[in-house]
C-alpha cells in the first residue's frame, strides 16, 4: 500500500525563515521570553524574530528568507514593528530580545509590503496560468498574502522581461526573465552545497544572478546538487521535469538508492508518474539537501532497457524466452536441486545485494542456509568495506562507523584517508565542506588530489600524498608521533582500554622502525610534513577520521582499519560529538546487508555461525538446522566454479561481471556454471552469463528499509507499483517455496519483525517505531530504546577497547621495469558504482566514459597527449582507455573510474585480496601504460559477447518466442 505525504504529519518540513541557533551538541543556550502580537513566545537566545514567530505559527511574509541559509535581509517583506525601535526592521536579521513587544500586522506594515511586492510585480512577467510552478509559486504566494491587486508603475519602463534563458543543463531551465534577485540560488550555492558557483553581478537594478563571465550552467562549475533549484521562489530556477509535465499531485517519502549517505527524498507524483525527487527536510541524514544523482538520476526507474518479463533459457548461447513467473521460478527451483542431486549440498550459493532492502537481502540469506542447506552466501562488501567489519569488530566491538554525518560540524580537525567525500558521498562533503569553511583543520591522506582539498574558502592543512599500497606504515608513523612527542590522552586509555594489550601495542608501535623518518622511503611522506599532521590531529579538542575504499581495498586493509582504530583509541577520539571512526560506505544498504548476515560465517547482526547458542535460536525459529561450518566467500564461489565443484549461483542486484576484479577470471568462473539465476532491472553484464532471467524492483517500487553509512534504518516506501508485478521479496519467497521451504510473509514489516526477534542491536526497531521516529540508529535495543547516534559514549561491547598490533607487510603488487606504473581506481561525481542506473539517464552528459588520468611526466615521457588511446597492461590482463593528463596525480601513479563495462577496468586489477577477509586490492595494480591504436583483444572479444547477448535478448520479445 502506498503511503502519501501528509504535510500536517510532517512539520520539521515547514520552512521557519532562518536557521536554529545551535550549530552543535554541546551548546545550552539561555531562554528569552518575548511578545508577538499579544502571545507570548519562549525560544532561545540568538533566534531570529521571524523563526520565533514561525515556531508559534504566526506567519510573516517572506521572500530571501529560508531556515536552510543564514539571514540575508534583502527583501524586507517581513518587516515589522518592534516597540521602542525606530522604522520597520527586517524580522529575519533581528535577534530576539527578553521582553522585546513585536507587530507582525497592521495597516502601516501591510501597505510597506504592498508596496515592495509591486516594484518586484513591476518587473516580473504577468504569465501565471502558463507559468511551470503556477500554484507552487512563492512570490505568487506573497502577492497574495500581502494583498496586492495593482501595479501602479505599468510595465512599459526598463525591465528585465527579455533576459535570455539558459537551457544547457539537462536537467533544469534557468529563465532570468522571471528573477527577483532575491540571492537564494546564490546562497544555497555557498552555505549549503559549498560549491560557489554561482554569483550575482552588477549592482542596484543591474543586478543578475550569473554562472561566472561567459559560462552556461553546463559548462560553469556547478554540480547539479539542485539547491539552487529547490531555493528558488519563483520559476527562474525549474526542472525540466515539471515543465514539461506539470505540478505533482501528491507526494511520498523515500529513501535514495544511491551511495550510503541515505538521503531522504519526497518522490512527488502524478499518478504513478515520478514528476521530481525533493530532498526531504526532515532527513536527519541530508537535511534536506541532495546530489546530481538522487535528485535528478531517477529517470532508469522507467527507462527502456528495463526487463519486466521472467526469462529462462538451457544455455547462454541460445535466445532467451519470455516465461510466466511461476515457470521461471519452477524452472530455476528445479535446476538447483538437480545441481545438488548431482554435486552436493554445497554446489550452490547466493550473492545477496547492497542496492536492495534490509528485509530483502535477510530474506536472501535465509533462503541460502535454510532451503539450499548451506552458508555459501556473500555480499558486494567482500569487494569493499569487509575490512571495515573485521578490523571495528577486533577494536571496538562492533563493526559500524561510530558516529552520525552531523557529528562533524563538532569536529575541529578531520582526518579524511582513501576517500573523495564530494564525489562518492557529495552530501555528507556538503557538511564537511560547510565545517572546514567555519575553521576546522583538513588533513588529506590520499595518492591523488581531491576536489575536498581545493574546494573555495577551504585550507587544506596537510595533503599527505602517499604512495599506494603504504597504508599501514602511514598510520603506524602517525601513532609513533602521538606516543613519541606524549599527545596520547593516557586518562582514556587507562579508563577505557585494556591494558595489558595496550603495553603490548605500545611496545611495537614504539620501535624507531615506524617513525616518519625511517618511513618517509616507503610512504613517499616527508617526516616533518607527517609530524605536523600527527600534531594537528593528536592535539585537536575534537578530532575525527572519516575514510572509504583507498582504507580497504588493500592487501592489509584490516591491518589499516584496525591502526585507524588504534589512533582513535590513543588520542580519546572515541565516544563523543565531533570524533570518532567512521567508514564511508559504497552503496545505498552496504552496510545494511552486512548487519543482515550475508556472510557466510556470520547470522545477522553479526552472530557467529559456528556458535551453537547463537545458532540454535535461528533453527528455532526458522524451523531447520543450519550447518555450522561457515561457507564460501565469492573469491572462493569462482574458483570453485571454476574447479568444478560450484555449480549453481543466485545472484540478486549485484553485477560481478563488472564490479569484482580480474574480469576474465570471473567471467571463466560464471561460464562455468550449469545454473546462474540473476535478479536485477536491467540485463547487466552478470545477466549475460544468466539461465534465469527474475525481474528486479527499483526501490521507487518496493518498501523496506535501507541502512546508511552512519548505522541510520531509513524507510522505503513503495511510490509506483512494481513494473514486473512482484517486489524483490516476493520473488525469494516464490524461489524458496519452490525448493520446499516456504517463507510466509504479507508485508515486509514482518519480515523486519523477525530480524528484530534474532538480532540484539534490532531488537527495538519496528515500522511502527520508524514511522513515530522517522529513522533509527541501531543499536535500538532495551538499553537504546531510541537508538544510538554516537557509539561507545561509555563503553565498548567488548567491555575495553583493544589494541591491534599492526605490522606493515609491502603488498606483493609491486612496480618494476615492466610494470613501472600504479593503478589505482576511484569514482566520479556524476556516476555510480557500476553505472547500470545512472548511464541510462542524463548524468551521461558529464561522464560518458572512463579515462585513464596520468601525470604530465609520465605522459611526457610515453609522448602520450590529451586523448590519446592508452594500452594499460598488468600481470592480470589488458585494456584500451583514452587518456586525460591531469597533475592531480603524483609521477608513478594512474587513475581510473569502473562505471562503464566496455572500459575493462577490472580486467587489469589482479586478485590480490586482504589477508583477513578477502577484500580485493584493487587500489594497487602495477601497470605499463602506452599508446595503442585499437582496443584490447578482451575489449573486442567482450563486445561481440555483447552483441551476441543482446540479440538473444531482442529474440525473447519477437511474437514468435513469446507465442513458443
Not at 525563515?17 to 528569552?32: D, E, I, K, W, Y
Not at 555480499?379 to 571495515?388: K, L, Q
Not at 540473476?678 to 541502512?707: C, M, R, W, Y
Not at 547516534?789 to 589494541?803: C, D, Q, V
Request: hydrophobic share 35%.
Amino acid at each position: 500500500m502506498i503511503s502519501y505525504y501528509d504535510p500536517k504529519q510532517h512539520p520539521e518540513d515547514k520552512d521557519l525563515g532562518t536557521p536554529a541557533v545551535r550549530l552543535n551538541h554541546q551548546q545550552s543556550l539561555p531562554q528569552v521570553t518575548l511578545e508577538i502580537d499579544g502571545c507570548e513566545v519562549t525560544v532561545e537566545e540568538g533566534t531570529s524574530v521571524m523563526r520565533a514567530a514561525a515556531l508559534n505559527n504566526i506567519n510573516i511574509p517572506k521572500l530571501c528568507a529560508s531556515d536552510n541559509l543564514e539571514a540575508f535581509g534583502s527583501c524586507r517583506l517581513c518587516a515589522v514593528e518592534i516597540q521602542g525601535m525606530k522604522g520597520m526592521p527586517a524580522s529575519c536579521t533581528t535577534p530576539v530580545r527578553e521582553g522585546m513587544q513585536v507587530t507582525t500586522q497592521n495597516k502601516k506594515i501591510a501597505k510597506l509590503r504592498r508596496n515592495i511586492m509591486e516594484l518586484y510585480i513591476s518587473d516580473h512577467p504577468l504569465d501565471c496560468l502558463t507559468c511551470p510552478s503556477n500554484g507552487d509559486c512563492e512570490l505568487q504566494d506573497m502577492a497574495g498574502a500581502v494583498g496586492l491587486r495593482d501595479v501602479r508603475y505599468g510595465f512599459s519602463g526598463e525591465n528585465h522581461l527579455d533576459a535570455k534563458g539558459d537551457d544547457s543543463n539537462p536537467y533544469f531551465h534557468f529563465d532570468p526573465s522571471k528573477c527577483i534577485v532575491c540571492s537564494r540560488c546564490v546562497r544555497a550555492c555557498e552555505e549549503v552545497q559549498g560549491t560557489f558557483a554561482l554569483t550575482l553581478d552588477g549592482r542596484g537594478f543591474d543586478s543578475k544572478v550569473s554562472t561566472g563571465a561567459d559560462n552556461n550552467f553546463l559548462s560553469s562549475d556547478c554540480v547539479s546538487c539542485g539547491a539552487c533549484v529547490q531555493a528558488c521562489p519563483t520559476s527562474t530556477l525549474m526542472e525540466k521535469s515539471v515543465i514539461e509535465q506539470g505540478q505533482p499531485e501528491h507526494s511520498v517519502i523515500t529513501t535514495c538508492a544511491y551511495c550510503g549517505v541515505g538521503c531522504s527524498f519526497k518522490a512527488e507524483m502524478k499518478g504513478t508518474e515520478v514528476i521530481r525527487m525533493v530532498p526531504y527536510k526532515g532527513g536527519e541524514a541530508n537535511r534536506g539537501h541532495s546530489c546530481v544523482k538522487g535528485r535528478f538520476a531517477f529517470g532508469y526507474a522507467n527507462h527502456k532497457d528495463r526487463i519486466t518479463s521472467p526469462m529462462i533459457r538451457d544455455s547462454i548461447d541460445q535466445p532467451w524466452r519470455e516465461v510466466s513467473w511461476q515457470e521461471a521460478i519452477t524452472f530455476a527451483a528445479d535446476k538447483l536441486k538437480n545441481i545438488q542431486q548431482k554435486y552436493g549440498q554445497d554446489s550452490i550459493g547466493g550473492i545477496t545485494s547492497s542496492r536492495c532492502t534490509n528485509e530483502e537481502t535477510y530474506l536472501v540469506q535465509k533462503l541460502i542456509r535454510a532451503a539450499f542447506g548451506n552458508n555459501n552466501t556473500d555480499t558486494c562488501a567482500r569487494v569493499c568495506h569487509s575490512p571495515t567489519g573485521f578490523g571495528l569488530k577486533a577494536t571496538l566491538g562492533e563493526s559500524a562507523g561510530t558516529q552520525t554525518f552531523d557529528s562533524v560540524m563538532d569536529a575541529d580537525v578531520v582526518m579524511v584517508i582513501g576517500a573523495n567525500p564530494t564525489d562518492a558521498h557529495p552530501v555528507f562533503g556538503s557538511l564537511l565542506k560547510k565545517r572546514l569553511r567555519q575553521g576546522a583543520g583538513l588533513i588529506i591522506a590520499d595518492p591523488r588530489r581531491i576536489d575536498l582539498g581545493i574546494s573555495p574558502h577551504v585550507k587544506l592543512d596537510h595533503h599527505l600524498a602517499l604512495r599506494p599500497g603504504t597504508n599501514v606504515a602511514f598510520i603506524n608513523a602517525m601513532a609513533y608521533v602521538v606516543v613519541e612527542e606524549g599527545l596520547e590522552d593516557q586518562s582514556f586509555i587507562d579508563e577505557r582500554c585494556q591494558q595489558e594489550n595496550y603495553q603490548k601495542w605500545r611496545e611495537f608501535i614504539s620501535d624507531s622502525r615506524h617513525s616518519p623518518e625511517n618511513t618517509a622511503d616507503i610512504t613517499g611522506i616527508a617526516a616533518e610534513e607527517l609530524r605536523m599532521a600527527a600534531r594537528l590531529y593528536a592535539k585537536a579538542n575534537n578530532a575525527a577520521i572519516y575514510y572509504g575504499l583507498g582504507v580497504t581495498e588493500h592487501s592489509q586493509g584490516s591491518s589499516m582499519v584496525m591502526g585507524i582504530a588504534n589512533l582513535a583509541l590513543l588520542t580519546g577520539n572515541i565516544g563523543r560529538d565531533g570524533v570518532g571512526v567512521n567508514p564511508l560506505r559504497g552503496q545505498n544498504n552496504v552496510q545494511g546487508s552486512c548487519d543482515m548476515g550475508s556472510f557466510p560465517h556470520e547470522l545477522p547482526g553479526y552472530q557467529h555461525v559456528s556458535k551453537d547458542e547463537l545458532r540454535t535460536k535461528f533453527e528455532q525459529n526458522w524451523g531447520v538446522e543450519i550447518d555450522p561450518e561457515p561457507g564460501l566467500r565469492i573469491p572462493n564461489m569462482f574458483d570453485a566454479a571454476i574447479d568444478g565443484s560450484f555449480k549453481g549461483l543466485y545472484c540478486q542486484g549485484e553485477d560481478i561481471a563488472q564490479s569484482d576484479p580480474n574480469t576474465q577470471h570471473v567471467q571463466l568462473a560464471l561460464s562455468s556454471l550449469e545454473c546462474l539465476i540473476v535478479q536485477d532491472i536491467f540485463l547487466n553484464e552478470t545477466a549475460k552469463f544468466a539461465h534465469v532471467f527474475l525481474p528486479g524492483a527499483s526501490f521507487l517500487e518496493k518498501d523496506g528499509t535501507f541502512t546508511n553509512a552512519e548505522r541510520r534504518i531509513n524507510r522505503v516506501r513503495q511510490v509506483m507499483p512494481p513494473l514486473s508485478g512482484k517486489a524483490d521479496w516476493q520473488v525469494t519467497m516464490a524461489l524458496s517455496e519452490a525448493l520446499g521451504y516456504p517463507m510466509s510473509y504479507q508485508h515486509p514489516s514482518e519480515i523486519m519483525d523477525e530480524i528484530a526477534q534474532l538480532t540484539p542491536t534490532f531488537t527495538g526497531v519496528s515500522y511502527d517505531k520508524l514511522e513515530q521516529l522517522g529513522s533509527i540508529q541501531w543499536p535500538c535495543n532495551e538499553q537504546a530504546p531510541d537508538g544510538t547516534p554516537i557509539m561507545h559514549r561509555e563503553s565498548f561491547p567488548i567491555g575495553k577497547a583493544t589494541f591491534a598490533v599492526t605490522e606493515y607487510v609491502a603488498t606483493e603488487e609491486k612496480a618494476n621495469r615492466k610494470f613501472p606504473l600504479l593503478l589505482t581506481t576511484g569514482r566520479i561525481l556524476s556516476q555510480y558504482n557500476v553505472g547500470a542506473q545512472t548511464r541510462r539517464t542524463d548524468n551521461q552528459m558529464w561522464h560518458d566514459s572512463d579515462v585513464l588520468e596520468i601525470h604530465p611526466d609520465d605522459a611526457q615521457e610515453r609522448g602520450i597527449n590529451e586523448g590519446d588511446w592508452l594500452g594499460i597492461k598488468s600481470r592480470a590482463g589488458d585494456t584500451v582507455l583514452k587518456a586525460q593528463i591531469s597533475d592531480r596525480m603524483q609521477p608513478g601513479v594512474v587513475y581510473t573510474t569502473f562505471h562503464h563495462p566496455e572500459s575493462g577496468a577490472n580486467v587489469v586489477t589482479t586478485d590480490n585480496s586482504d589477508w583477513a577477509t578477502n577484500c580485493p586490492e584493487y587500489k594497487v595494480t602495477a601497470v605499463q601504460v602506452e599508446k595503442v591504436t585499437s582496443p584490447s583483444k578482451w575489449q573486442e572479444r567482450n563486445k561481440q559477447f555483447s552483441k551476441r547477448q543482446h540479440a538473444h535478448l531482442v529474440a525473447a520479445k519477437t511474437p514468435a518466442a513469446k507465442a513458443n
